[in-house]
Structure formats: structure tokens, C-alpha cells
């Protein structure tokens, strides 16, 4: 909890399945009782066309527990995941997928240029 009351931005990852999507609106409505006015970023991970819906209605469910949030989507990508795992390496060092392109996307987006990633101080 001292974390997140801490912390400059959050960002909230959640899967895209029911329960998955469940427990993220339960996370939003508790985000912003625990860190009101902190700038959050939704990331839903796994997503697929399989579960039935589309990315507009996971935007919409989110703006309904936390307006004007921005919400990234990973897409379900078992076959990157796995031949990582199998050689021991990360997914950028895995070859192409579109899970490292989404990957890649998102730093670009959460770390704009000029704002390097930084380790807080520790105590």
C-alpha cells in the first residue's frame, strides 16, 4: 500500500479473461480510493479473440471504473512465450513476435523519450 500511495504513475496489469477483467475494475475502484489523482496506465494482458469480445468493450469497462485511464492490450502470444522459456532467453532476444512488437509499443508509450526509467532510492 506505501508503494502505490508513493508512487508517481501505476501501471495496472490485468488478463483479459472474466475473472482476469474482474478482479482489474476491482483493482481501479481500489487504486483510486488508495492513490486518488496519481496517473494511472491499464495494460490487459492476454488478449485474444477467442474470449468474445473486442478491445472496445474492455476500453469501455475500464472508462466506467476509471475515466480517461489509457488501457494497452498484449496479445495472447504462447508460441514467443514458450520458445523464449525453451532457450533461456528474454522475448527480445527471442526473435519477432507480436508480442515483443506490443511489448515494445507499450515502453515506448509508458516511457516516452527523455524519461528514462528509474530505479527508486532505496532506504
Known sequence: MEAIAA????VLVGSAEPTGLARLAR???DLGELAPGTPVQVVVNRMRASLGWRRQ???GMVEGYAP???VHFL????TA???AIVAGRSLTESGDSALRTAVADLCRVALP???PAQMPNSR
Do not use: K
Open 81 to 83: 512465450v514458450d520458445r
Open 57 to 59: 468493450d474492455i476500453v
Open 68 to 70: 480517461g485511464v489509457p
Open 75 to 78: 496479445p495472447e502470444d504462447r
Open 113 to 115: 523519450e527523455g524519461r
Open 27 to 29: 483493482a481501479l475502484v
Open 7 to 10: 508512487a508517481d504513475e501505476v
